[in-house]
């Protein structure tokens, strides 16, 4: 009788008599589940269902760019990002610095130089790592929609750094993760963009897409409706881009363009992200899927020859991206019942009460 009670104990309930963890596997490095199926990022991301080019550094389309999102401090837009899975989105380190001035960063090569983050049309630049004060706007090409306009605003659960990066520096890992407090699901205006893979062709002349609702010039915000502005602009090799940026500087003799950061521009300059654009992304069409190739991250004022935007390096930072969000989501599993962690002298025990009520009861 015993033995019959463990077999069904056993198949019942497994983690009870192992006394572990009953982890489910996903589909996909970035898959997560929360109490519903895991989705397959691979058959949806970088999929946009809108169609259509506008000239560059114009408006965006709704639907056109559907990972675009707005991270916004206290209702504010602060920083773009770019959605990667149900709940997770992609941003810069440095949208999060304590004491941010959002407009006039100094960036350690020289004078001139900034952290393209911050809404200059706005006085709230009191940076702080309380993430209860940031929300994830989504599902719109507005930064500031009308009432009636259709989008999804979600909390801030968690904010995860790479650990390279330091405030003081900023000299590398200027990349972060956003975790939301609750999953979207996926429509026309809301799907992940595509993370890239070894041997996607990524190569210096490659043109590329970046979108935001920053500075469309030099001391030129942003006009309502904030509509989201897109540019189209090439991918420049690291050893140019740093020649551009050694040429005339006031930096020290040291590389100005690091491992993990990527370059793209016009050696002319007329066209570049600018403040505002911070943590947005860079998006390439490779064979007919958008892949995340950059995250905007600094600059030498805006649009300036010779002095192309300098984008955080997507595919450096990749193991770090699905490390990080594959070990959040082991560790928001749940566990099996608590009986999971009864000790095994208290399983004896409820099988020998179990069997003596069989004995008791009789056929």
Known sequence: MELALL???FILFPGVLLGS???TTDSYSLST??????I???SVCGRPRASGRIVSGQDAQIGQW???VSLREQTVH???GSLIAEDWVLTAAHCFNQGQAGVA??????PGFYVGCGDPNSSLYAWTEDQSIYTVLLGTISSYPEDDEPREVRAVARIIKHPSYSAEEHISGDIALVQLASPISFNDYMLPVCLPKPGDPLDPGTMCWVTGWGNTGINQYLQPPFTLQELEVPLIDAQTCNNYYQENSFSSTGPAILEGMLCAGFEEGGKDACNGDSGGPLVCD???IWIQAGVVSWGSDCAMPKRPGVYTNVSFYISWIQDTISNSAIEGKSFSPSLSRTPLSGLLLLLLSLSSAFFLLGP
């Open 7 to 9: 077999a069904i104990l």
């Open 21 to 23: 963890e009953v982890l």
């Open 78 to 80: 602060v920083c773009g």
């Open 66 to 68: 559907p990972w675009q």
């Open 286 to 288: 490779i064979n007919g």
């Open 40 to 42: 397959d990022l691979d």
């Open 105 to 110: 960063d100094v960036y350690p090569l020289g």
């Open 33 to 38: 589940v929360r109490g519903r199926s895991s």
